[in-house]
T-cell receptor, first 113, second 110 residues
Framework: NAGVMQNPRHLVRRRGQEARLRCSPM?????VYWYRQLPEEGLKFMVY????????ESGMPKERFSAEFPKEGPSILRIQQVVRGDSAAYFC???????????FGAGTRLSVL | GESVGLHLPTLSVQEGDNSIINCAYS??????FIWYKQESGKGPQFIID?????DKRQGQRVTVLLNKTVKHLSLQIAATQPGDSAVYFC?????????FGAGTRLTVKP
């Protein structure tokens, strides 16, 4: 049973471009969470999705950021018109239930030039 | 609740000693707690969890203690090894809402 898969591992974008981060949850997991982490800091919750539905997006900026978890395929975190401040590690986690252990992927490190 | 942008506190221990990492949580309604370990360049890895109806749970070389009265959680690592060097996060959860603490960096000296 493969773990949570995130790709790409590293993503370099120029200011103004779009970044698309992908997350395939563990098999059988229908709950997906996205977090952002700056160097030497903790994990900041962004959004929680459950197959095709956004359950909680209270941690996600209202502009430029969006997330989806379609019926088929991975969850996508999309950042439009990236700025340097978007540079961070973005982690995805999945769980089989809303109150269960969250299993994390290895993260995508976004660098905005 | 929400982790804030603080630089990580650090704990340095000698190899073979026991380590105690502390965490203060904020929501008295939280009923589920998890400790994660994050090594450099990797995602957080589950270590151990505890529900609010317990005050202690033991794993292999690790023990989690929960004091709901003062909203305090601790992780004890016995006979700390160099491979234990990492950042450790506590997380508190209430229904769908899980929030992470700021983390503690553990450094093990040989």
């Amino acid at each position: 049973n493969a773990g949570v898969m995130q790709n790409p591992r590293h993503l370099v974008r120029r200011r103004g471009q779009e970044a698309r981060l992908r997350c395939s949850p563990m098999k059988g997991h229908s709950h997906v969470y996205w977090y952002r982490q700056l160097p030497e800091e903790g994990l900041k919750f962004m959004v929680y999705l459950q197959k095709e539905n956004i359950i909680d997006e209270s941690g996600m900026p209202k502009e430029r950021f969006s997330a989806e978890f379609p019926k088929e395929g991975p969850s996508i975190l999309r950042i439009q018109q990236v700025v340097r401040g978007d540079s961070a590690a973005y982690f995805c986690a999945s769980s089989p239930a809303s109150d269960g252990i969250q299993y994390f992927g290895a993260g995508t490190r976004l660098s905005v030039l | 609740g929400e982790s804030v942008g603080l630089h990580l506190p650090t704990l340095s221990v000698q190899e073979g000693d026991n380590s105690i990492i502390n965490c203060a949580y904020s929501n008295s309604a939280s009923d589920y707690f998890i400790w994660y370990k994050q090594e450099s360049g990797k995602g957080p890895q589950f270590i151990i969890d505890i529900r609010s109806n317990m005050d202690k749970r033991q794993g292999q070389r690790v023990t989690v203690l929960l004091n709901k009265t003062v909203k305090h959680l601790s992780l004890q690592i016995a006979a700390t090894q160099p491979g234990d060097s990492a950042v450790y996060f506590c997380a508190e959860a209430n229904n769908n809402d899980m929030r992470f603490g700021a983390g503690t960096r553990l450094t093990v000296k040989p």
